[in-house]
C-alpha cells in the first residue's frame, strides 16, 4: 500500500527526531553529570586534605605539648604519612630537618611553611574549665608541664568526682561521668545538667588545688606579679588564680582584662621548659604525579566527538529498526480498517506489545460483527417467518371468502380476528425490544406491594393453568415491597408464568415465590416441566430462539417474550437468570435492587 502520510508526520521520523532529542540529551546530560561529578569529587578531595592538615597539625602539637623536644617524633611522622598520603616535613625556625616522611623532599622544601607548632602559640579555643566564665586562650590545653598531678592526688581526686557522680544520681536522677584533662584532673560532666542539684552536689575539695597544683599556682603567681609590674596592670589584692588560671577578685572589666593577659604571658614563661621548642611544618602533596581528570587536547577532544557520533549512530540504527518494526503490524491494521464492510479480514498478531493487543482487540471486533451481521440475518428471516405466518392465514380467508369458498361469518371474523391479535403483539413485542436497545423504554417505578402483585399476576393465568391440569402456588411474606413500574413487572412475571405453565405437563406444579435477600429482592418462577438441555441455556434470552426448531403454536410463543423478560429487568436495574433440570424443575430468578 502506498503511504499517504507525509514523511514529517510518520511515525518513523517522528521515532528518529525523537531518538535523536534524546540522544542529545542524553550526551548533554552525561556530560553535564561528568563535570558536575568531577568538581564535587574535586570539592570533597580538597576537604578532605584540609581535614588531613588539621589532622597532622594537631597531632604535632599535642606531641610538643606533651614532650620537653622533638625526640621520638620521627615514628608519628611517618604514622600521619601513611593515614593521609601526604608529604610531612619538620623543621627548627631556621629550617634545619627535625623529622621528615619522605627523605628526597627534604632536600626542596616549599618557600612558606605549611603552619608553625608552637603549643604555646595555637589558634585561640575557649578554655570550658570549672568556673562561672569562659575565657580565650592561644595556650594548647594539653600543655600542662609542672601542672601534672602525680597518681596519689588523681586517685584522690577522681574518688571525690565518683562521689559527685553519685551524689547527682541519687539526688535528682541526673545522669553524669567522669572526663579526665590533660593534667590528670577529673571533671564532671552531666549528660542533663540541673543547676540546682549541681550546686548541691558540688564538692570543694573537688575544685581546690592540690599541693602539686599549689606549688605550680605560686609560681605562676609570681610571674603574673613580675608581669604586671611591668606593664603597670593594677591586680586585685589579694592575687588569687584559680586552677583554671583565672584571677579572683577584680571587678573591673578592663582591669581583669589585661590581668588575663598576665596569666597568659605567665603561663607561657613557666610552660616554656616543659614542651618542645616551635617548629616548621611542611606538608604537601604525595610524591606520585596525579592523573588529569580531563585530556582536552585535541586528540582526546577528536575521541570524545568520535564516541558521540558512534553512540548517537547506533541509536539512530537501534530506533530504525524498532520503528519499522513498529510499523508494518500498523499498515496491517489500516489495511483492515479500510477493508470492505461486507469482508473480515483476520490480522496477524506478530507482536506481544501495545500493537499486538490492538490487533488481537481488532480480530476480536471483527468476529463480534460477524456475530452481530449473523444474528441479525436470523432475526430478520425469523421476523419474516413470524410475520407471514398470520399474514398467510388472514390471506387465505379473504381469497377463499372473497372467492365464495368461505362465508363472512362470525367464526370467520374470530379467526381474522385472532390473527390479527397475534401480530399485533408480536409488533408491541418487537417495538419494545426496540426501545430497550435504543434506551427509550419509559418507566413509571412507584411503591408496589410485592405479594398483591405476583397474586394478581397468578390469578389472571389461574384458568390456563386448571385448564391445563397444573397446580399454581404463590409464597412471599407480608409487608414485601419494591420501588418498581406495576406495569412493567406484571408483564416480566406473566411471560415467565405462561412459558412455565405451557411446558409443565398435567399434574405438574408452578410455584411463584418472593423474599427479600441482601440488597435486593428475589422472585422465583419454579415448574416441574420438560426443563431446558444444559447446552440450550446459555440461548435462551435470545430473540426469536425456540428450543422446538419447528417453532409450532402449540408448543411456544414468538420466541420474544424471555428477550422481553431480561431488557425489563435489566432496565429496572436487576438481572434475570435460569437454571434446569430436564424433566425435574426449571427456575428463572429475577434480582431486583430494594
Not at 630537618?97 to 611553611?113: C, F, G, W
Not at 414485601?480 to 413487572?489: F, G, M, T
Request: glycine letters at 6%; aromatic letters at 2%.
Amino acid at each position: 500500500m502506498t503511504s499517504e502520510v507525509p514523511l514529517r508526520n510518520s511515525l518513523l521520523f517522528r521515532l528518529l527526531i525523537t531518538s535523536v532529542l534524546i540522544s542529545l540529551v542524553s550526551i548533554g546530560a552525561t556530560a553535564w553529570l561528568t563535570v558536575r561529578g568531577t568538581t564535587l569529587a574535586i570539592e570533597q578531595e580538597r576537604g578532605q586534605v584540609l581535614a588531613d592538615d588539621a589532622t597532622i597539625q594537631d597531632t604535632l602539637e599535642g606531641f610538643a605539648a606533651a614532650n620537653r623536644n622533638w625526640n621520638g617524633v620521627e615514628r608519628t611522622v611517618l604514622d600521619l604519612s601513611r593515614s593521609t598520603g601526604r608529604t610531612i616535613i619538620l623543621t627548627t625556625r631556621t629550617r634545619q630537618v627535625i623529622a621528615t616522611s619522605h627523605r628526597p623532599a627534604a632536600e626542596r622544601l616549599p618557600l612558606n611553611a605549611s603552619a608553625v607548632i608552637d603549643p604555646l602559640h595555637v589558634a585561640p579555643f575557649t578554655d570550658q574549665g570549672v568556673g562561672p566564665a569562659a575565657q580565650v586562650s592561644r595556650i594548647d590545653p594539653r600543655a600542662v608541664g609542672p601542672y601534672r598531678l602525680p597518681a596519689e592526688e588523681r586517685a584522690r581526686l577522681r574518688q571525690l568526682a565518683r562521689e559527685e557522680v553519685t551524689c547527682l544520681y541519687d539526688r535528682a536522677g541526673v545522669r553524669a561521668h567522669i572526663v579526665e584533662e590533660a593534667s590528670g584532673r577529673p571533671a564532671v560532666r552531666a549528660l542533663r545538667p540541673s543547676a540546682g542539684s549541681t550546686q548541691a552536689c558540688a564538692s570543694k575539695d573537688l575544685f581546690a588545688p592540690t599541693p602539686t597544683e599549689a606549688a605550680a599556682l605560686a609560681e605562676l603567681t609570681e610571674l603574673v606579679r613580675s608581669c604586671a609590674e611591668r606593664n603597670h596592670v593594677r591586680l586585685p589584692a589579694p592575687l588569687t588564680i584559680t586552677v583554671d588560671f583565672r584571677v579572683d577578685g577584680d571587678d573591673s572589666a578592663q582591669g581583669s582584662a589585661a590581668a588575663d593577659d598576665c596569666v597568659e604571658e605567665g603561663r607561657r614563661e613557666q610552660l616554656a621548659a616543659h614542651v618542645a621548642p616551635a617548629a616548621l611544618l611542611f606538608v604537601t602533596g604525595p610524591p606520585r604525579t596525579a592523573t588529569a581528570v580531563f585530556d582536552l587536547s585535541p586528540a582526546g577532544t577528536l575521541r570524545v566527538l568520535t564516541t558521540t557520533g558512534l553512540v548517537l549512530a547506533a541509536t539512530i540504527a537501534v530506533t530504525a529498526v524498532i520503528a519499522i518494526r513498529l510499523v508494518r503490524p500498523l499498515r496491517a491494521l489500516a489495511n483492515a480498517a479500510r477493508a470492505p464492510s461486507g469482508r473480515h479480514l483476520r490480522i496477524p498478531v506478530t507482536t506481544k506489545d501495545e500493537t499486538g493487543y490492538l490487533a488481537a482487540a481488532l480480530n476480536d471486533l471483527s468476529e463480534r460483527r460477524e456475530r452481530t451481521d449473523e444474528q441479525r440475518r436470523v432475526m430478520v428471516s425469523d421476523i419474516a417467518h413470524e410475520l407471514r405466518t398470520p399474514l398467510t392465514n388472514i390471506r387465505g380467508w379473504l381469497d377463499a371468502a372473497q372467492d365464495g369458498l368461505a362465508e363472512p361469518d362470525s367464526a370467520l371474523l374470530t379467526s381474522l380476528q385472532e390473527e390479527a391479535d397475534l401480530l399485533q403483539h408480536i409488533v408491541d413485542d418487537l417495538q419494545v425490544l426496540a426501545a430497550a436497545d435504543a434506551g427509550t423504554l419509559r418507566l413509571r417505578p412507584q411503591q408496589l406491594n410485592l405479594r398483591e402483585l405476583i397474586e394478581q399476576t397468578m390469578s389472571a393465568h389461574q384458568a390456563t393453568a386448571h385448564a391445563g391440569g397444573v397446580e399454581t402456588a404463590v409464597h412471599a411474606p407480608d409487608g414485601l415491597s419494591i420501588h418498581a413500574d406495576p406495569v412493567r413487572l406484571r408483564q416480566v412475571l406473566g411471560n415467565l408464568l405462561s412459558n412455565a405453565i405451557r411446558h409443565t405437563p398435567p399434574d405438574g406444579r408452578v410455584t411463584l415465590t418472593a423474599r427479600r435477600v441482601a440488597g435486593a429482592v428475589a422472585i422465583e418462577v419454579r415448574d416441574t416441566g420438560d426443563g431446558i438441555r444444559q447446552e440450550d441455556l446459555p440461548r435462551v434470552f435470545d430473540r426469536f430462539w425456540r428450543a422446538e426448531q419447528s417453532r409450532s403454536r402449540r408448543t411456544g410463543g414468538s420466541g420474544l417474550g424471555l428477550s422481553i423478560v431480561r431488557q425489563l429487568v435489566r432496565a429496572h436495574g436487576g438481572d434475570v437468570t435460569v437454571t434446569s433440570r430436564p424433566r425435574v424443575e426449571t427456575v428463572f430468578l429475577v434480582r431486583l435492587p430494594c
